[in-house]
Each structure stands twice: as C-alpha cells, then as structure tokens.
C-alpha cells in the first residue's frame, strides 16, 4: 500500500521503539477512560509483531483487517475481502457512525483512498475516525494451543503495556562491576513478568493440573515452551535487540532465546521457583533449583546455590538429562542474574557479586 510521507516516518519511528527495548505507548495521555481503552488496543492492533493473527476478529467480530492508523489525521485503515463483508453488519460491528465511513473508489485495478493506494483484490478499503472505532466492554482475548487456551483481558493487556506486570529497571547491564560500554547485554531480567500475575499464572496452573513435585511442574513448563513457542529465526536475526513480554510471546506463539527465557522465567515466578538467568555470548538461558538428574552434567554451583541447566530452544529438552551439541559450561556463561525489583548479578569467571 502507497502511504504518504508522514506515515512512513510513524511507521520507521515506532518500529525503531519496539525492536530496541519492546513494544511501548506510542499515543498520548489519554483525557478519559474510553481513549485509553483505544489507546491500548490500538498499540496492539496496530502491530501484529506483538499480537496473535485474530486479534482484530476477536476485538471486532468481522473480518476485517487493519492496514494502518494515520495518527495525522487521526483515520483508521481498514480492508475486508468482498466475499467477507456484509453491508448490514460489518460495519455496524466497527465504527459508531456509518456516515463517517469513506470507501475507497477503483482507480486502474487499485484501491485509492485520499493519499493511500492498497494493492489487494477482491478486497473492500475504507476509513473512518478513530473516536468512531467500537471497543466492546470487558474484552478477553484466547489463544489457542493444542492443549491449553491462553486467555488475558483487556485490563491484564493495559498492565503490561504499562510494564505494571513486569519487574522493570535499568535497559542494560553490565559484565562486571566496573563501567564498561562495551561489555554490557539487554537486560531480559526486567520484562519477567510478576508473581501474582493473573494471564501466565492462569496458564501455569492449568499446564501443572496433577504434577506432585516442583520439579514434575518446571519439567511440564518448559517443555510447554520448547514445544509450543516457535523458534523465530527472523527475530533472532534483526539487527537490534527484539524484547518481548510474557504475553507478547504467548500471543504470538514464537520468539528467539530472549522472549522463551522471558517466558519460562515469568512461568517460574508464578510457581515461586529459585531461578537464574545465564547470558552466554549471543545466547540466554534459564538456569532453576531443584533435584533433577545428573546425566548430562548441566548443573552448576553458584554461590553455593545448586542450578540446573533449562534450555528453552531445544524441544523436548529434559532437565538434567538432554544433551546439547554445544556444552554450555559455566565457564562459558558471562553474567548470571538473580531477578527481582533489585536485581543482581553475579560474574562466574571473576566470582564477583554485584547489584544492577
């Protein structure tokens, strides 16, 4: 789709904000309730990067697809295939005033609306205020996977796109304790989601129905993130860091080594786990407590504290027991966080301990 320079910029800005840190705000303070429902919405609306692919059909009830919000001009974009759009209600489910709609007129085959050009056939393109786009009341949104359904509200959305449900602090943290630009990795520990928070604690519960040990509900866990969570080897090949939250990473059903260890670190929190972050070069990893076997030698003393190796890229990865074509020793690790609102860090090759 042809856009206009102005939106090219949003588009360029907004994505440079999300891939270096995460998703964030990109709307102002809203002045009532009803704008910051938009608002929040429309964050993930806007940018399936961070979503699931029926996020606009369960918000709208139609199939219909967002193409773009022009902040400008404050229009949304939206199409919908012919053969999907009813006259009578496909607009009524998504726009408060009918009258307001713009349809796009044929122009050489293509879709022109004002300044913006859309390259799809058999489609319907149209726009209408953004104050006119219908949020319904208490949304709950599912994702489906083969054995467990994902659910968050609207309200545990807002929370995380605030970073209420995650821990937070500093961007980057540093190999050892003295100040070094050079040595210094993204810190993971900070979007781990909460204890206590309700969407991953709703999910964790479900997935360790009937487990008696601690370590039979890390085992099940981890193996719903080697197996459900596709590796995303375009995130893990973009040029800057990709850092998704908990639910960023459950709606979209993929990530790298950065949003599986985010995940399964927020999934361990709500089993109250003792747990590690390992930063290798150009890897993450979770290292956990417990009495797991020996087989595979993974386990490490750190701080007297005895961890084991839970690699979250390797399907079927059995804790203690799988093994890797590339032994991960703790040698080989460069900092191990202890995550929390006052997060530390520990240097295994200098055995220093230090605070973030």
Known sequence: MKKKTTLVLF???AAVAFVFVCK??????AENDEESRRNVIL???SDPMYTHEDFCKQLTGTDAELEMYDLDSG????SIEKEKFDKETTFKKLTKNKNHIEIAKTEEGRLALGSYILYKKNHIFFRFPVNDFIIPKQLTFNIYYPEYTYSITEKELEDYLKNRSVYGGELRIFKSSEYSRSTYSFNHGAMV?????????RLVDKITKG???KEERVQKVLTFVTNEI???DDEANYSVEVLKRANEVLMTKKSD???????FASMLEQLDVDYRLAYLKNHICVLVAGNFPKVNSYNYIINEGKFYLAETTTKDFIIGETLLDNNITLNSMEVIQKVGKSSMLYNPKIKVEYRL
């Open 230 to 232: 596709q590796y995303d």
């Open 193 to 201: 989601s909460i204890q206590g928070e309700p969407s991953v604690k």
């Open 211 to 213: 487990c008696k040990t």
């Open 257 to 263: 080594c950065s949003g599986k260890t985010i995940l």
């Open 75 to 78: 229009l949304l974009y939206f």
């Open 11 to 13: 588009i360029i800005i």
């Open 43 to 45: 964050n993930y609306l």
């Open 24 to 29: 964030n705000l990109f709307f102002k303070t």
